[in-house]
């Protein structure tokens, strides 16, 4: 719905990406205090070193103790990292852009993202017109006379919205043919981060229910209806929540390709759901050839359709208004953006302060128009040498990795074929995209910021449905340009590497092979090791879901990526709050293989020209021992670890525990080192020490 509508549709790494999926916290301001620029990142940063810290002990604090102590987390922030500095300043640099578009735009293109991003800046106007900008869209749910309207309904808030109540399709890659794209249905329909919260039964989940439907309450009497009927909305939205959740799968399940795929026929999701007509939905939004779906959670189709059954009509009315209000809460007026704020920014995630109005406009823009307003934003910032560069890096790590699946002494040579088969087809996209995104359709009006999100939903949902039964185009990009992130797409085999990331503290032109290697060069080994982790190895080089590994080579690879899974699950993030190495697997996986690869191709890369294993790869420096008293093995280490140094609160360390496929800076950097032995030799650290540990997990 909404903007969660343009949210998933660009975001396609479903949990493969590189970097920190943090959980929207909608929220405005009209703080007026000017933008600033933030400073630049740098790699490699002695003043972030403590000293005190012991790196055989713990590395983490060793690299970037002194960058804990001395960057608190910013009040309008939840977590505070290295990923972060150059995210912020991304977006500053898209905001400059996007602000003079909107004062006097050159192009079309520029006069469109111009035109959205002042629709979104102007808080007067939002202010004026209070709830007013839902009030069709909450009509047309009043307007409901029988539940037997539902499918008829959808359609409309389809065509009008581009919204959906309980079901939608959409259209993606066949796991089993990848050249074809299918429809699929999938689950949702839960405002709280995860089915966790609405099931688990400690006191601080059983308090934090409580608050949330106390925010329900609140908003709902903001919309105007009396304390009374307001909590007993509230009290429908958390039932059916609840129902919706014990139908959903665990984000661990949706891991599984085989958990998420069941072909059915339309008379067989009809089935499963009676109580709403498929068929009259799929002719209604244009899919009247559709014969089958990929129903990737029944569980939840069922239990969706038992609330259709159970519920009374106005309780399935206050949970669809509900949706409507929530979705749309951070685009209207101050009192709805404040006390959406006031939950899921601080009581959800102890966030202080809302961000200011020009940081939410910018990543909405960039949500919206990221292709659009990202053309621009390349031309500037993203040198034409960075790509060549790129090449030459993502090279010698594929070489590393070939080499590595040489060297494992538990896999058979057929295995080996096979996975070196699949590096040999990896395909890589650097940069932005070669094809820009067509906006032509989607109209933006500088008055109407609602309608602007509304539209874009509406248009980008078109876009996906219209790939059905189409080729598939592997060179579409799941990121905007500035995106400080990078992801694998295992059904499309390729790594891509957007602009934004390709900077430091990950990239620099100045910096020695080893800091580079340390940073980039961990992130592409990184999503090389994607394609052969507990979930990408379950796809062969075409893309599609088959087991390439001989049987006893599968039950080996198991056995190593238990190890890890174990490993990681004994991590801490909070009292009482441990990773869960199920859901962290792939990440991890990836991160400790994309780790050694790394190393491996500096080695190589100082092998084959030593005089300037320490200089730039601009430089003439000539080589010595150490630089600022360290080896390059060491530079590299902590050039990693330093990607990571970050500040969280504790509730945002809390729901991403349950909800981030990726473990937090701190195991990201202790995690991966402790499983290297190059790591201990580099630091002289000694076996049984906590970061060269006897019994280290490997599975790359
Ligand atoms: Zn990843």
Not at 118 to 125: E, G
Not at 472 to 482: A, F, H, I, S
Request: glycine fraction near 8%.
């Amino acid at each position: 719905m909404r903007i969660q509508a343009i949210a998933s549709l660009l975001a396609l790494c479903g949990g493969l990406c590189y970097g920190q999926n943090l959980v929207s916290n909608s929220s405005a301001t009209d703080i007026a205090s000017a933008p600033t620029e933030p400073k630049k990142p740098i790699s490699f940063d002695l003043s972030a070193i403590d000293k005190s810290a012991d790196p055989c002990t713990n590395f983490y604090q060793y690299a970037c103790g002194n960058w804990m102590k001395n960057n608190p987390i910013p009040s309008d922030q939840v977590r505070w990292g290295r990923f972060n500095e150059l995210a912020e300043r991304n977006n500053y640099l898209l905001y400059t852009e996007l602000k003079s578009a909107a004062d006097a735009p050159k192009t079309p293109l520029q006069k469109k993202y111009g035109d959205f991003f002042a629709a979104c800046m102007d808080s007067d106007l939002a202010d004026k017109l209070g709830a007013n900008p839902i009030h069709p869209e909450l009509d047309m749910i009043d307007g409901l006379s029988d539940k037997k309207q539902l499918t008829a309904l959808n359609i409309e808030l389809f065509k009008k919205f581009g919204g959906n109540a309980l079901f939608y399709v959409g259209v993606q890659q066949d796991q089993v043919d990848s050249s074809k794209q299918i429809l699929g249905t999938g689950q949702g329909g839960l405002t709280l981060p995860d089915r966790d919260y609405y099931l688990t039964d400690d006191d601080r989940s059983k308090k934090l229910r409580a608050q949330y439907v106390e925010h329900v309450t609140k908003m709902f009497v903001l919309l105007g209806d009396t304390p009374e009927k307001a909590a007993s909305e509230a009290a429908n939205v958390m039932r059916i929540e609840t129902a919706l959740a014990e139908g959903s799968m665990s984000r661990v399940d949706m891991r599984d390709p085989a958990k998420r795929y069941h072909i059915m026929t339309i008379a067989e999701v009809n089935a499963l759901s009676p109580d709403y007509d498929w068929k009259q939905y799929l002719d209604g939004i244009g899919l009247d050839q559709a014969k089958t779906l990929n129903v990737s959670s029944p569980g939840f189709v069922k239990a969706a359709n038992g609330e259709i059954e159970a519920e009374s009509l106005p309780a399935l009315k206050s949970y669809m208004a509900w949706h409507v209000l929530h979705s749309a809460a951070p685009f209207l007026a101050k009192p709805f953006v404040d006390e959406n704020f006031a939950f899921f920014g601080q009581t959800l995630q102890g966030q202080k302060e809302q961000q200011p109005r020009w940081k939410r406009c910018t990543r909405l823009t960039d949500a919206a128009l990221g292709e659009a307003v990202g053309q621009d934003w390349v031309k500037q910032y993203f040198p034409p040498d960075a790509k060549a560069n790129m090449e030459k890096l993502v090279a010698a790590l594929e070489k590393a990795l070939g080499e590595d699946i040489q060297s494992l002494d538990w896999m058979s040579d057929a295995t080996k074929k096979e996975a070196e088969a699949k590096l040999g087809t990896i395909q890589q996209k650097i940069g932005y995209p070669a094809n820009w995104r067509d906006y032509s359709t989607f109209i933006v009006k500088r008055d109407d910021l609602v309608g602007n999100v509304d539209r874009s939903a509406i248009s980008e949902a078109k876009r996906n449905l219209a790939k059905y039964g189409k080729p598939v185009d592997n060179m579409e990009w799941g990121m905007t340009p500035p995106t400080v992130n990078a992801y694998y797409n295992p059904p499309q085999n390729n790594i891509n590497f957007p602009a934004g990331i390709l900077q430091p503290p990950f990239y620099s032109n100045s910096m020695d092979p080893a800091v580079n290697f340390g940073g980039i060069g961990v992130v592409i080994g990184h999503e090389m090791t994607h394609g052969f982790d507990d979930q990408g190895s379950k796809y062969d080089l075409h893309g599609n879901v088959r087991t390439w590994f001989t049987p006893e080579d599968l039950t080996k690879f198991q056995a190593k990526t238990g190890c890890i899974a174990d490993e990681y699950s004994g991590f801490k993030v909070a009292e009482g709050q441990n990773l869960n190495g199920k859901l962290t697997l792939g990440e991890n996986t990836a991160d400790n293989g994309g780790l050694r690869i790394a190393f491996q191709a500096l080695q190589e890369t100082i092998a084959a020209d030593p005089d300037k294993a320490l200089a730039g790869y601009t430089s003439d420096k000539p080589a010595t021992a150490e630089k600022d008293g360290y080896t390059p093995a060491q530079r590299f280490f902590i050039g990693f670890g330093q990607v990571w140094c970050q500040n969280q609160t504790e509730q945002s360390a809390r729901v991403l525990a349950k909800t981030d496929p990726h473990s937090t800076g701190e195991w990201r950097t202790n995690g991966s080192v402790q499983n290297f032995d190059e790591f201990g030799k580099a630091f002289g650290c000694k076996v049984g020490q906590p970061m060269m540990p006897a019994n280290a997990c490997r599975v790359w």
